[in-house]
């Protein structure tokens, strides 16, 4: 009886394990088959379109009768929105945070971190018709110059969408340091802000970098709100107060359907997925390194 208790054991184990498995192995698989997908389209699109034009030609209209296909309008646009939002989100963010870690009770930290969290539940369509009938508007009484799309609305209500990314993963990595470091900093006479900021900012640097740069990449791939507040006009610009595109917002214009299947014009969007993709790639990688580094030094 004990045996065929152990060996029916042994089989759910085996069979458990392989479910395990399985599910690793449909995500990689998955990953893999996008990769796949996104560079063949693009070698294709490249039979057609010299990397030379595409990375240094300073128009793009696919679209138009006379065609150009740099993506240096893409892809400033892309970076000026995310700078913008990264200027709101890193600062507010890390105050929070420290805040969070440091001065607040539990009772405070238990209220307020599920409260902040509730804008990174918030439907991006939501935050991109907040920022063009609201705060575009607004930002009009103070820049008269203003555009009715513009790369500077869209920025900030972006950067108020990643708060929470910096806040919550930073108040992890800081909350995680251990209490011991804390205490012999307040044996050696420190204020609570010299073991904020001296003690555990820099012993929890590798959470929080990793952190930012997770917002960066959320703030890149980001599609609704600069689709609907920073306009569709590829521009090599880096004037906030004017319409631009982002590689999302082009790729959401293509997919709309009114180009053919199949054509070069459709193949852009590959392109595109494929920049993206490299751009957060190396991201994370970077964001792998430093943490790997921190955790180094801090060991």
Not at 8 to 23: A, D, P, T
Not at 153 to 175: F, K, R, T, Y
Not at 261 to 275: K, N, P, R, S
């Amino acid at each position: 009886m004990k045996r065929k208790k152990k060996l029916f054991l042994k089989i759910k184990e085996k069979i458990i394990e392989r479910m395990l498995f399985s599910c690793s192995l449909l995500s990689v698989l998955t990953t893999a088959g996008i990769i796949f997908i996104l560079a063949s389209e693009s070698l294709s699109f490249f039979k057609e379109v010299s990397l030379w034009d595409f990375l240094t030609d300073t128009q793009w209209t696919p679209l138009f009768t006379q065609k150009h296909f740099g993506i240096l309008p893409l892809l400033t646009g892309t970076l000026l929105t995310t700078l913008i939002a990264i200027l709101v989100a890193v600062p507010i963010g890390l105050v929070t945070a420290v805040y969070l870690s440091e001065y607040a009770s539990n009772r405070i930290r238990t209220s307020i971190k599920p409260l902040l969290e509730i804008l990174a539940a918030v439907p991006t369509v939501v935050y991109g018709y907040f920022a063009l009938t609201f705060l575009t508007p607004l930002l009009k009484n103070f820049i008269p110059g203003l555009s009715s799309f513009n790369a500077l609305s869209a920025g900030l209500i972006m950067g108020v969408m990643i708060i929470p990314v910096v806040s919550s993963l930073s108040e992890d990595a800081m909350h995680a340091v251990p209490g011991s470091l804390r205490e012999g900093a307040y044996a050696l006479g420190s204020h609570k802000i010299q073991v904020a900021f001296k003690i555990v900012f820099p012993a929890a640097l590798s959470g929080i970098t990793a952190a930012i740069i997770l917002a960066v990449s959320r703030a890149i791939g980001e599609t609704m709100i600069v689709a609907i507040a920073a306009g569709q006009q590829p521009r090599l610009t880096l004037n906030p107060l004017i319409p631009v595109e982002t590689i999302t917002a082009y790729i959401v214009q293509i997919s709309l359907g009114d180009t053919p299947h199949g054509t070069l014009e459709y193949q852009t969007i590959f392109v595109c997925g494929m920049t993206l993709f490299l751009l957060t790639f190396g991201l994370n990688f970077v964001s792998f390194k430093l943490k790997r580094r921190f955790q180094e030094i801090y060991e």
